[in-house]
């Protein structure tokens, strides 16, 4: 089945600084990859997401990019603020026995330091 | 518009004791997931539902058991708790399994079995 590795586990930044998180998939008929972004105390929330036909896309202050031959992609959050504190997963859309199911990687919590 | 609601929010529970966590979606979604969360392993999947009727094992079925009756339910059921699966566990729905399907998730519910 799909195997998803995130890094790093943990990140700190100051504010203004740029973050990026880094995911491997292992499935090259993966070809869907969200983004989630998880509040403290809350369920993931999508905030990007990006097909795999396509290889950046972007939204405000964040962006991703995605690299289908080396199987991995990444998310940039840039000109980080105190509200982009939160632990961020990457996934992958994959076909199960049933039908597509999502894979997590391992996730990355993010500390924006004012 | 509730969305994902998972009731109970927080359980304990004693080792061989059953319960059932149930997850409601009000979105008229067909597909409907059960993932665990432990540190830094993500999200793991443990069963998900195609539609009304289905269930599929994800990653880490082994002690869960689910049923899908009605559309808008999902069931998780544990039928002798063991502190292995003390976790948080969160369910999520969306419209279909394709690409660009944002999943949307509860708020988790907070099990420890002691």
């Known amino acids: 089945g799909e195997n998803v590795e995130q890094h790093p586990s943990t990140l700190s930044v100051q504010e203004g600084d740029s973050a990026v998180i880094k995911c491997t998939y292992s499935?090259?008929?993966?070809?869907?990859f969200p983004w989630y972004k998880q509040e403290l105390g809350k369920g993931p929330q999508l905030i990007i997401d990006?097909?795999?036909?396509?290889g950046e896309k972007k939204d405000q202050r964040i962006a991703v990019t995605l690299n289908k031959t080396a199987k991995h992609f990444s998310l940039h959050i840039t000109e980080t603020q105190p509200e982009d504190s939160a632990v961020y997963f990457c996934?992958?859309?994959?076909?199960?026995?049933?039908?597509?199911?999502?894979?997590f990687g391992g996730g990355t919590r993010v500390l924006v330091k004012p | 518009n509730a969305g994902v609601t998972q009731t109970p929010k927080f359980r304990v529970l004693k080792t061989g004791q059953s319960m059932t966590l149930l997850c409601a979606q009000d979105m008229n979604h067909e597909y409907m997931y059960w993932y665990r969360q432990d540190p830094g392993m993500g999200l793991r999947l443990i069963h998900y539902?195609?539609?009304?009727?289905?269930?599929a094992k994800g990653e880490v079925p082994d002690g869960y058991n689910v049923s899908r009756l009605k559309k808008q339910n999902f069931l998780l059921g544990l039928e002798s708790a063991a502190p292995s699966q003390t976790s948080v566990y969160f369910c999520?729905?969306?419209?279909?399994?394709?690409?660009?399907?944002?999943?949307?998730f509860g708020q988790g519910t907070r099990l420890t079995v002691v």
């Open positions: 499935d090259s008929a993966s070809n869907y």
């Open positions: 996934a992958a859309l994959t076909g199960g026995a049933a039908g597509n199911k999502l894979t």
């Open positions: 990006i097909r795999s036909n396509v």
């Open positions: 539902s195609v539609g009304e009727g289905t269930t």
């Open positions: 999520a729905s969306s419209i279909s399994g394709r690409m660009n399907t944002e999943a949307f």
